[in-house]
């Protein structure tokens, strides 16, 4: 008590408030109710008898917490997530590890840190989580945001050996479905916390959903026709070779510069010369095959399997991935593309993984070479204005395969691993066309006159 100054007693045996020697604030000193041992927090208070009404409500809050058995210990979020993080993450696939990590250290994180001003959880409140999302939709287009645009693109990939960003695709105003996997994301959270007494309820956690967003859940996906597909699958053939035959010139023995009337001809390097031809066979897969991306990406060789009672091909869909491992059958030219894929590969060995990079490790550059690809060809928007992307790949596959009539929706969702209420919610304009000779034919010829007349 040497160091204790204007001592004095709130509660007999259970609080008091003082000053330390070098402070003019008030601490206040809390009997742990069940243990033997103190708490010790700041007021922060100047004032006594503010400092002594701050003292009997922290006391009753912590009298509050032991009868309802929450946890004592005061959390930031970034503390919260840390400690439900190592309880979650060998339960995540590494794709998904890859998003969380991602997701927390570049927004819920900085957020709650720097914007909330690394306010303690249990003092959270809904309009927090409503100010989230006004500030997630704003942040790159805000001087934090921009900041870090700017500093990604001066990043170098040393075990590369090229200039890459991982923010170049980035969109600089966030869709409503990546909100809600944000939403979803911080739910996991907290409910965590709530599971371990750390708060005492659940806080409401809903992304705003924009206007006329409604009809828009349950609308068409953005696909690609039988005419724009014939477009791809064509253009992608010029695009591969591209530079290949093309020659630098020369002038007096030296390779020709940029200040010569003609500017010199650029081939292209063999690393990229890799990724367009890895590109290519990766884009006709996936419109072979409707498989999602993650599934595309964690696919090996040895995945390619015979169903030895009718020697079809299957591919064998890993439980890593979004709905777990299934057993899919593509289109037979799928297994033609893997083929003529296998034979160019540096590496086709049956552990190796299927669709690479030029030094053999899983690639993750498709969806930006394909936007590019799509914006030169004019097909990088729908009639909706809305963005294509890889996924459309797998939108496409589903369209065509129910366009023909092969197939029922409870097959095709089974084999594409998702629900038939979503096939439904998403392709029923399918169904609608292909039963039109029968949705026109109200009555058998002989009653249709007399019929017709009612309507």
Same mark, same amino acid.
């Given at each position: 008590?040497?160091?204790?100054?204007?001592?004095?007693?709130?509660?007999?045996?259970?609080?008091?408030?003082?000053?330390?020697? /070098?402070?003019?604030?008030?601490?206040?000193?809390?009997?742990?109710?069940?243990?033997?041992?103190?708490?010790?927090?700041?007021?922060?208070?100047?004032?006594?008898?503010?400092?002594?009404?701050?003292?009997? /409500?922290?006391?009753?809050?912590?009298?509050?917490?032991?009868?309802?058995?929450?946890?004592?210990?005061?959390?930031?979020?970034?503390?919260?997530?840390?400690?439900?993080?190592?309880?979650?993450?060998?339960?995540?696939?590494?794709?998904?590890?890859?998003?969380?990590?991602?997701?927390?250290?570049?927004?819920?994180i900085p957020f709650f840190l720097n914007h909330l001003q690394n306010k303690k959880i249990t003092a959270l409140n809904d309009k927090d989580f409503d100010t989230y999302?006004? %500030?997630? +939709?704003?942040?790159?287009?805000?001087?934090?945001?921009?900041?870090?645009?700017?500093?990604?693109?001066?990043?170098?990939?040393?075990?590369?050996?090229?200039?890459?960003?991982?923010?170049?695709?980035?969109?600089?105003?966030?869709?409503?479905?990546?909100?809600?996997?944000?939403?979803?994301?911080?739910? #996991?959270?907290? %409910?965590?916390?709530?599971?371990?007494?750390?708060?005492?309820?659940?806080?409401?956690?809903?992304?705003?959903?924009?206007?006329?967003?409604?009809?828009?859940?349950?609308?068409?996906?953005?696909?690609?026709?039988?005419?724009?597909?014939?477009?791809?699958?064509?253009?992608?053939?010029?695009?591969?070779?591209?530079?290949?035959?093309?020659? #630098?010139?020369?002038?007096?023995? +030296?390779?020709?510069?940029?200040?010569?009337? #003609?500017?010199?001809?650029?081939?292209?390097?063999?690393?990229?010369?890799?990724?367009?031809?890895?590109?290519?066979?990766?884009?006709?897969?996936?419109?072979?095959?409707?498989?999602?991306?993650?599934?595309?990406? #964690?696919?090996? %060789?040895?995945?390619?399997?015979?169903?030895?009672?009718?020697?079809?091909?299957?591919?064998?869909?890993?439980?890593?991935? /979004?709905?777990?491992?299934?057993?899919?059958?593509?289109?037979?030219?799928?297994?033609?593309?893997?083929?003529?894929?296998?034979?160019?590969?540096?590496?086709?060995?049956?552990?190796?993984?299927?669709?690479?990079?030029?030094?053999? +490790?899983?690639?993750?550059?498709?969806? /930006?070479?394909?936007?590019?690809?799509l914006t030169d060809h004019n097909l990088l928007t729908d009639q909706l204005d809305r963005d294509r992307t890889i996924y459309s790949l797998r939108h496409m596959y589903a369209t065509f395969r129910l366009e023909r009539g092969d197939v029922s929706i409870e097959a095709l969702a089974q084999n594409m691993g998702?629900?038939?209420?979503?096939?439904?919610?998403?392709?029923?304009?399918?169904?609608?066309?292909?039963?039109?000779?029968?949705?026109?034919?109200?009555?058998? +010829?002989?009653?249709?006159?007399?019929?017709?007349?009612?309507?």
């Amino acid at each position: 008590m040497t160091t204790y100054k204007n001592h004095h007693v709130v509660i007999p045996d259970q609080v008091i408030v003082y000053q330390r020697a /070098k402070s003019s604030m008030y601490q206040a000193r809390l009997k742990h109710p069940t243990e033997n041992g103190y708490i010790v927090k700041s007021t922060k208070k100047k004032d006594l008898s503010d400092a002594i009404k701050t003292a009997i /409500k922290m006391y009753g809050e912590l009298s509050y917490k032991i009868e309802r058995d929450i946890e004592i210990k005061e959390y930031s979020f970034r503390d919260l997530y840390r400690l439900w993080w190592e309880t979650e993450r060998e339960t995540k696939s590494e794709a998904r590890t890859k998003y969380i990590e991602g997701t927390a250290n570049r927004y819920l994180i900085p957020f709650f840190l720097n914007h909330l001003q690394n306010k303690k959880i249990t003092a959270l409140n809904d309009k927090d989580f409503d100010t989230y999302f006004k %500030w997630r +939709k704003n942040y790159w287009t805000s001087k934090d945001g921009q900041k870090q645009l700017e500093s990604q693109t001066k990043r170098t990939n040393n075990k590369g050996k090229y200039r890459h960003s991982k923010l170049g695709n980035i969109a600089k105003v966030p869709a409503y479905k990546t909100l809600q996997m944000e939403q979803s994301l911080l739910k #996991q959270i907290f %409910w965590f916390a709530h599971r371990r007494g750390i708060i005492d309820r659940n806080p409401y956690i809903k992304a705003p959903k924009p206007h006329g967003m409604k009809n828009m859940e349950k609308s068409r996906r953005p696909a690609f026709t039988e005419d724009e597909w014939r477009v791809i699958y064509t253009e992608l053939r010029s695009w591969v070779k591209e530079g290949i035959d093309l020659k #630098q010139p020369r002038v007096r023995g +030296k390779f020709a510069s940029d200040h010569l009337d #003609q500017p010199p001809a650029k081939r292209v390097n063999r690393m990229h010369q890799h990724q367009r031809e890895m590109c290519r066979h990766y884009i006709l897969f996936m419109g072979q095959s409707g498989l999602r991306p993650n599934e595309a990406r #964690q696919m090996r %060789w040895r995945d390619i399997k015979t169903n030895p009672q009718n020697g079809l091909q299957y591919i064998y869909v890993r439980p890593t991935t /979004k709905t777990g491992e299934r057993d899919t059958y593509p289109i037979q030219s799928a297994f033609n593309t893997l083929d003529r894929l296998r034979s160019i590969s540096r590496f086709a060995e049956p552990d190796d993984l299927v669709f690479v990079n030029y030094y053999g +490790k899983v690639h993750t550059n498709f969806g /930006k070479t394909f936007k590019s690809f799509l914006t030169d060809h004019n097909l990088l928007t729908d009639q909706l204005d809305r963005d294509r992307t890889i996924y459309s790949l797998r939108h496409m596959y589903a369209t065509f395969r129910l366009e023909r009539g092969d197939v029922s929706i409870e097959a095709l969702a089974q084999n594409m691993g998702t629900s038939p209420k979503m096939i439904y919610d998403h392709y029923r304009h399918i169904t609608t066309h292909r039963l039109s000779e029968q949705l026109v034919q109200i009555a058998p +010829k002989e009653n249709k006159a007399e019929l017709d007349a009612l309507y």
